[in-house]
């Protein structure tokens, strides 16, 4: 009888090796996504300042020609 609970102690120790293990791997995870989180997010604004400054950059090219076509066309006066 000495002897199981000597053997409840080596796996309850077992047991806790093993969960402070998990909880490590968890806790390596979520640094890891914050961590890219973090790095993706100000790429990610980056880019969509880039696509919105081209987009209206494209606009007023657009609203330009469109401008210069119509006038050109315009019956004078």
């Known amino acids: 009888m000495a002897n199981e ?3 409840i102690g080596v796996f309850g120790d077992l047991f806790t090796a093993v969960g402070d293990l998990a909880q490590q ?3 390596m995870a979520g640094s890891a ?3 890219a ?3 993706v997010q100000p ?3 980056a ?3 880039l696509c919105t400054t081209t987009i209206n950059s494209a606009t007023q090219v657009v609203e330009s020609v469109t ?3 119509t006038t050109a066309l315009a019956p004078k006066q």
């Open 25 to 27: 791997a968890v806790d």
């Open 33 to 35: 996504l914050k961590t």
């Open 43 to 45: 790429v990610s604004n």
């Open 5 to 7: 609970s000597g053997n």
């Open 47 to 49: 880019c969509v300042q």
């Open 67 to 69: 401008k210069t076509i």
């Open 37 to 39: 989180t973090d790095t």
